[in-house]
């Protein structure tokens, strides 16, 4: 089974506005991490936010975590049509270093 | 090089052949991933690699998928008698431990 989920699976919302997509994860983790993937090819590393930081920022990116919750936000204020891609997060297993995968929310800017 | 290397970019193989498919990690980077993901879907977690340790092969789907790494560099992802499920992309990842991956650009697999 994933280690992390997001949500919503898919988000579609006008250029200038802010979207927050959410990831929820089920055991202890180091990190957590969220990724960009356009085209369905490689993906493209955003921020790391680690167990013991509670917010990050990278730009228009900011990421919290809630260990307490086991779950963790990325807003991206300001969309751009080039914003439009899929967006993963990706949590330590229970401690293991291999990084897991959710499934994903597709993120849609509209012109 | 700069990146991750993966090859080929595409392969279009027959069902029951067997096919390879090679990564070329960031020089001096331990842990090497393997991933599959299939059309709109998210990344499923195959094999794992972290220096000298045993690899971590528990999200290998069936005996067919296998794996190796020489060392801290290239890696081969075999998968034999391919069946029209297999049919994904193949995203291979490096990174240093408990850090950012860096991914590949990935080999698109079609079994006809």
């Known amino acids: 089974s994933q280690q992390g989920e997001e949500d919503p699976q898919a988000l579609s919302i006008q250029e200038g506005e802010n979207a927050t997509m959410n990831c929820s994860y089920k055991?202890?983790?180091?990190?957590l991490q969220w990724y960009r993937q356009n085209s369905g090819r490689g993906l493209v590393h955003l921020i790391l936010i680690r167990s013991n930081e509670r917010e990050k920022h990278s730009g228009r990116l900011r990421v919290t975590l809630d260990t307490s919750k086991k779950s963790s936000s990325l807003l991206i204020t300001a969309s751009r049509a080039a914003d439009t891609a899929s967006y993963f997060c990706?949590?330590?297993?229970?401690?293991?270093?291999?990084?897991?995968f959710g499934q994903g929310t597709r993120l849609t800017i509209n012109p | 090089g700069a990146g991750v290397s993966q090859s080929p970019s595409n392969k279009v193989t027959e069902k029951g052949k067997d096919v390879e498919l090679r990564c070329d990690p960031i020089?001096?980077?331990?842990?090497l991933y393997w991933y599959r993901q299939r059309l709109g879907q998210g990344l499923e977690f195959l094999i794992y690699f972290q220096g000298n340790s045993a690899p971590d092969k528990s999200g290998l789907p069936s005996d067919r998928f296998s794996a190796e790494r020489t060392g801290e560099s290239v890696s081969t992802l075999t998968i034999q008698r391919t069946q029209q499920e297999d049919s994904a992309v193949y995203l291979c990842?490096?990174?240093?431990?408990?850090?950012?991956?860096?991914f590949g650009s990935g080999t698109q697999l079609s079994v006809l």
């Open positions: 990842a490096s990174s240093p431990p408990l850090e950012k991956l860096f």
């Open positions: 020089s001096g980077h331990t842990a």
């Open positions: 990706a949590t330590d297993a229970g401690g293991a270093q291999k990084l897991v």
């Open positions: 055991t202890s983790i180091n990190n």
